[in-house]
């Protein structure tokens, strides 16, 4: 069974500050990684969208990276400001869709 | 264009209870998902339909069942509510298993 792990749980970081957040997966056999943002009492948005053949893709201060042989991805967010605040879930799909636990990021003025 | 709607938003149970969540989608997505959400549990999937006719169990299918009633609309339905069913419940909808999931709202269930 796939699993998904994001590290870290919690994130605080001052305004402006550039930052990288990790997701790791057991099983390869994935056809793409999504990176989604979820804030408080709301459904998920969807961030970014990495094919399995893709090594990253871009959306303004946000790049997300997929290195599939070492089963991880990471999601870096540029000058981060407090509108970012929010949680970051990645989720894998095979078979199914697996998700990860989020990393709760709080980036404080 | 509303994306992907639930029904309810909130929801009070009492054990044993029975009750259906609602979902729809009008982006024409081939497949749809029902998640539920838990502190420190992640999303997991409970049911898919790949496509209109179809369903399949994910990795915590007991003590729910779905139905695809058209291409539009996936409900979820409890027959009898417990307490561990407590929890936020997402649909979702993508067009093919390689392109971006869309959620709904969510459902915010409570089983006394």
């Known amino acids: 069974k796939q699993e998904v792990t994001q590290i870290p749980a919690a994130l605080s970081v001052p305004e402006g500050e550039n930052l990288v957040l990790n997701c790791s997966f057991t099983?390869?056999?994935?056809?793409?990684l999504q990176w989604f943002r979820q804030d408080p009492g709301k459904g998920l948005t969807s961030l970014l969208l990495?094919?399995?053949?893709?090594r990253e893709q871009t959306s303004g201060r946000l790049n997300a990276s997929l290195d599939k042989s070492s089963g991880r991805s990471t999601l870096y967010i540029a000058a981060s400001q407090p509108g970012d605040s929010a949680t970051y879930l990645c989720?894998?799909?095979?078979?199914?869709?697996?998700f990860g636990t989020g990393t709760s990021l709080t980036v404080i003025p | 264009n509303a994306g992907v709607t639930q029904t309810p938003k909130f929801q009070v149970l009492k054990t044993g209870q029975s009750m259906t969540l609602q979902c729809a989608q009008d982006?024409?997505?081939?497949?749809m998902y029902w998640y539920r959400q838990d502190p420190g549990m992640g999303l997991r999937l409970i049911y898919y339909?790949?496509?209109?006719?179809?369903?399949d169990k994910g990795e915590v299918p007991n003590g729910y069942n779905v139905s695809r009633l058209n291409k539009r609309e996936f409900s979820l339905r409890l027959e009898s509510a417990a307490p561990s069913q407590t929890s936020v419940y997402f649909c979702?909808?993508?067009?093919?298993?390689?392109?971006?999931?869309?959620f709904g709202p969510g459902t915010r269930l409570t089983v006394l």
């Open positions: 979702a909808s993508t067009r093919a298993v390689e392109a971006r999931q869309f």
């Open positions: 099983d390869s056999a994935i056809y793409n």
């Open positions: 990495i094919q399995s053949s893709q």
């Open positions: 989720a894998v799909s095979g078979n199914q869709f697996y």
């Open positions: 982006m024409n997505h081939n497949s």
């Open positions: 339909s790949a496509s209109e006719g179809t369903t």
